[in-house]
């Protein structure tokens, strides 16, 4: 990329996202034949694509570099131009008189649909599916793309490295730069919501003289295409909306506190119902207690009261929310399930009529498990965690620290649950404990948060209220602002990002880290993998098995691996292969392996099994199971789903997986 080119697009933003066609990713079984050599056949047309080196369910793909042809014989004759970054199966490999490969026959899909013949030189081999996916920048520097592998090296070894960084950005910025080739764009481009692709050629790890080590990534975008642009003007950042909604323990004891969050959101109705940013905010509430097998007289398990809707006046939000009230019996339990209220409230609000998506949890009590029995919706901390990350909801927890709690040993328990729920981007964890779980400290905190979230919509559309601003000699309070700045900023980016149609820097071929260079502890790009509807299934099926196997196997664990195996293979291509896997990662998909993440399940031996004892086994079965209701749910969701095959076959949609998610 030329710098006059960098520097346009420093400058302004006019480009939807690229998008591949071709199929990406399949895991398919292969027939029961050789692989097909890889040299030129003209009398029998191939009718799948090569096998990957080592690999018995994973084809060849390449990704056509810009300037390239397409023909339907390995030469020039009868050629036609071919756009870049397209992704192709690899069908056979063409060797020119002195033994180089010149020419790739290519294809859509593994079904033998022949595309036509590329030039090698005009190809990039993409031997797996990693894919970049950009945090959101809000609290962190922009990455930088540079030129060569050696220049991202030294940069990130540099024992100056924050102070290198930013003497890199702004020389970037002047258009003086011959190092940096493009940065990250201002706005936030949500890969779940704006899809795009930035392949991942290649991840190795890099040790620093001092901090953490770094991921080195090799990445190739596609160019933007010029589209209709829509700036964030003051009057688009008007039509900023948003949406704050309270999922609230409603189990007995809880009614002082329901009573407080009633008062905080009659005195914001009341403050804002004559100002023009009434049209900006809305409440909604989701009330939830336990499992009605453990006590049917709890009435409901979760249950909606009010949903934000901007059709209606602010103020009907007080008569939905003054009915709602604690339960008559107690829990046979101190843990509720905290989890099923949320997952209600992500499920039944629409949260796409919103850009700032705020939910604030209010508990006095850890949140159920996802393996007691009675769990409603059978997820963990971390599986409700990304559904919510997956809608852009910000999840706030109020903690009311009780002596109730504190007889029943909850708090720190309760504490590490909801800090790892709460966690958002850079603002780091949004929990929010509430010493001695008092009425009147809690309603304190609640209402400094939601007047807080109240100032920053105002801020954002420049609709002023009076009487908004924080006090700015009270620490709690500045603590309180600082993180929901973070937040805010974060959701504004968002929204000018989709509004603008932000894309992805224009690179050809370039190479960053996954990390904020100022602050290495943040992370600016996610590694996640691009899996397919039907891949995703196999792995739901592959899980399941584990689980069914676990499960059936707990009185005699020794029979575990025997049992698994025979799952496995009852159900694949070759069985052999099966049985001589020594550990649960050899009997998933070839998709898993090798990929830069560390597996709770896939290195796990007989003899690490036998090892590890009832209680880590049963641990690691919850987890699978945890895992398998999070692909259900993504599953679930159409939404999340892209097709880039260019087919209307709905196995063939890809979701960009993040790594966190795998088993």
Known sequence: MKLTHFRLLLQTSVAIIGVFAGSLYVYAETPDTAPISPTLN?????????????????????????????????????????????????????????GKEDWIQVGHDIRGHIAGWIPADKSVNWSHTLVGAFTNPAGRERSLFLKTEQDEKELITDPNLSQKSKELTQAALGGNSDKVIAMEPTNYVDITKNFYLLPILDAQQIERPSGPPLRLLHVIS????????????????????ASLVFVMDTTISMEPYIEQTQKAVKSIVDRIQNTAVKDNFRFGLVAYR???????????????????????????????ISIVHDAEVSSKSFDEDAIAGIKTALDEVDWNQSAGRYLILVTDAGARGADHPNSITKLGIEEIRQLAESKGVAVFVVHLL?????????????????????????????????????????????QTLSTSLLQQVSNTTGRPVAGLNPDTNNPKQQAIQKQLQVVSQAMKLAYVGKEEKTSVPDVVSSYTTDRDLSNPMKKSVEVRVLLTRNQLSDLAQALQIILKTGLAGRTEPQTFFTQLRSAFAAAARDPSKIAQSEQIGGMLGEYLQDLPYKSDIMNISEKDWLAMGAIAQRTILNNVESRLRLYQEYQAHPDLWVNLSGNNDPGEAVFPVPLEALP
């Open 42 to 98: 003209k009398d029998a047309a191939p009718t799948v694509p090569l096998l990957m080196e080592g690999k018995h369910t994973l084809y060849q793909r390449v990704i056509s570099r810009p300037g390239g042809v397409i023909s339907p014989e390995p030469s020039q004759e009868n050629s036609k131009p071919l756009e870049g970054f397209k992704v192709f199966y690899v069908y056979q490999r063409h060797k020119d008189a002195q």
């Open 290 to 320: 336990d499992s009605l097998k453990d006590n049917p007289g709890l009435e409901y398990e979760t249950k909606v009261y009010a949903k934000p809707d901007f059709d209606k006046p602010i103020d009907i939000i007080n008569d939905s």
């Open 402 to 446: 009780t002596p109730a709690g504190q007889k029943n040993n909850d708090h720190k328990t309760a504490e590490k649950q909801y800090r790892a729920l709460s966690k958002y981007g850079t603002a780091g964890s949004l929990y929010f404990p509430v010493k001695g779980g008092t009425p009147e400290a809690f309603a304190e905190v609640i």
């Open 222 to 241: 596609a160019p933007s295409q010029p589209t209709g642009q829509t700036n964030a003007s003051p009057a688009n950042l008007r039509n900023f909306k």
